[in-house]
């Protein structure tokens, strides 16, 4: 690593530190397995982060904080309220302003001494692997199937290490891909799951403690390939449960039929990733369901009017709690076994958070044979914003 | 055999939210259909209709990826312990993914 890092180099390699410098790295110096060699191969390394968020905030503090001589960060996204329980690079202060550029000023404040170059795009097929191209190391900690086997693809390509990093509620993933004797994300998982058969909404959230863990791995590691110490997480799968506090690892091998890394590769250049997860975008979710609906503003009229409906809450108890408009609780999972507690004679009217479960119910409910029955268009979301601000949303 | 499966996060909840399960088997496949046996509704995230594990799920027997041995016919022994890894994408999680679609 340390020779790729400064053959990769435009300018000479960097083979001294200022005054100011040996001051600030002095606990790395003093350190026999970083030193004076090792700080000058942290000042001469160039890191891409794919990802400002959870698990781009540790890795971005420690990686500038250590003296990483070139940061790159790569988001589109802007930072809002609800990123701050967890992206601790952002503060209050923060929130309407692009990620990497308030993530670039962060860094800056905590580094003068390092370049950080900010990239306010989208990573996608037709950037990657200009994008890349400059750096040595590429982490990778987006937060989607079709970005992961982008930035994936991508270094294997160019014969580039690819340190991961994933999280879901309380367990996270990590290792070191696309090293030459290691395995690449699609010898572990050859094809990504179907959007259908991945749990979201109520089942979604995650503790913010648990990025800065998963990230500040990545942290490590990437920190471990430059310095060319240690033993690196190539070749094994690191998993964490927060929950119950438990490191396990599993052996990574590396598929000899891999199509991206295997003798026979079938893959030779970057592919429409969406279109390979299932997904047209992103935030493309199911089709939305045709399902009778009302309005927010129609159903406070029908209430105020005295009206009998029966107003049916399918979200979490959990999410009772954080708001709700006095319906009913019955989470749409337990729905199936629980539809003989409604009444089909009475007019229903079904919300979630957004629409998208209680679409789910109503559709549902119409199959099993309620007809009087409409979805609150938006959920709780909307009449927040149409009738009652003071409900918080979430 | 006795032998323990452990559930990730994201399947528990098919599973009464339990993290893991005892079950009796001599194969990692006899173990799965144990699993399956006690929490039916995961079935269908392990295996497709055809009965075949999914291809984004994977399954280890201890630390080794039953792949690269003997698939669902790899033996077990008591104590044991099959890990379901499905693979989980999350980064920032729940700000984009997960909670505005619901």
């Known amino acids: 690593m340390a020779t790729k890092t400064q053959t990769l180099n435009d300018k000479p390699a960097v083979t001294s530190l200022s005054k100011e410098e040996i001051l600030r790295y002095s606990r790395h110096l003093i350190m026999p397995e970083v030193g004076m060699e090792g700080q000058l191969k942290l000042k001469n390394a160039k890191v891409l982060l794919i990802g400002t968020g959870g698990l781009g905030a540790p890795l971005g503090l420690y990686l500038a904080a250590a003296g990483v001589g070139k940061l790159g960060l790569v988001d589109f996204d802007v930072v809002d309220f609800t990123n701050l329980q967890r992206q601790v690079t952002f503060g209050t202060s923060d929130v309407g302003k692009h990620k990497s550029e308030a993530a670039r000023a962060r860094l800056s404040n905590l580094n003068p001494d390092i370049e950080i170059q900010s990239f306010e795009t989208q990573l996608t097929s037709a950037n990657a692997l200009e994008l890349f191209r400059d750096f040595d190391i590429i982490v990778d900690g987006t937060d989607n199937f079709p970005t992961r086997y982008l930035v994936n693809d991508a270094c294997i390509l160019l014969g580039k290490p690819n340190v991961y990093g994933s999280i879901f509620r309380f367990e996270g993933q990590a290792t070191v891909f696309g090293m030459t004797d290691g395995p690449c994300y699609r010898c572990l998982y050859p094809e990504p799951p179907p959007p259908g058969l991945v749990p979201s909404c109520a089942e979604g959230g995650v503790l913010g403690v648990l990025p800065g863990i998963v990230g500040s791995i990545q942290a490590m590691e990437t920190i471990k390939l430059i310095l060319g110490s240690g033993d690196s997480l190539v070749g094994r799968l690191l998993l964490f449960d927060a929950l119950g506090m438990k490191f396990r690892e599993l052996k990574l091998r590396k598929n000899p039929d891999c199509p991206m890394c295997g003798k026979n590769r079938t893959i030779h250049q970057l592919i429409d990733y969406y279109e390979f997860c299932g997904v047209r975008g992103e935030e493309a979710p199911a089709p939305d369901l045709q399902v009778p609906e009302i309005t927010p503003r129609e159903l406070k009229a029908r209430l105020d009017r005295g009206d009998d409906l029966y107003v049916l809450d399918v979200r979490e108890p959990h999410e009772y709690q954080i708001c709700n408009i006095n319906g009913h609780l019955l989470p749409l999972g337990e729905l199936p076994r629980r539809v003989h507690e409604l009444d089909s004679s009475r007019e229903i009217v079904a919300h979630c958070r957004s629409g998208k479960r209680s679409a789910e119910a109503v559709d549902f409910l119409r199959k099993a044979g309620f007809r009087k029955i409409h979805n609150l268009k938006g959920g709780i979301l909307a009449w927040s914003d149409e009738v009652d601000p003071s409900v918080p949303k979430y | ?102």
């Open chain 2, 1 to 102: 055999m006795a032998v323990k499966v452990i559930i990730p996060t994201p399947l528990r909840v098919y599973a009464a939210k339990k993290d893991s399960a005892e079950v009796s088997a001599r194969t990692v496949g006899e173990a799965l259909g144990g699993l399956t046996a006690q929490f039916a509704e995961l079935r269908k995230h392990l295996f497709t209709d055809d009965g075949k594990l999914r291809s984004f799920v994977n399954v280890y027997l201890n630390d080794e990826d039953i792949r690269y041995m003997a698939k669902e016919a790899t033996p077990v022994k008591d104590g044991d312990v099959v890990s379901i890894v499905p693979s989980i994408a999350g980064g920032s999680a729940a700000s984009n993914n997960e909670i505005v679609e619901g």
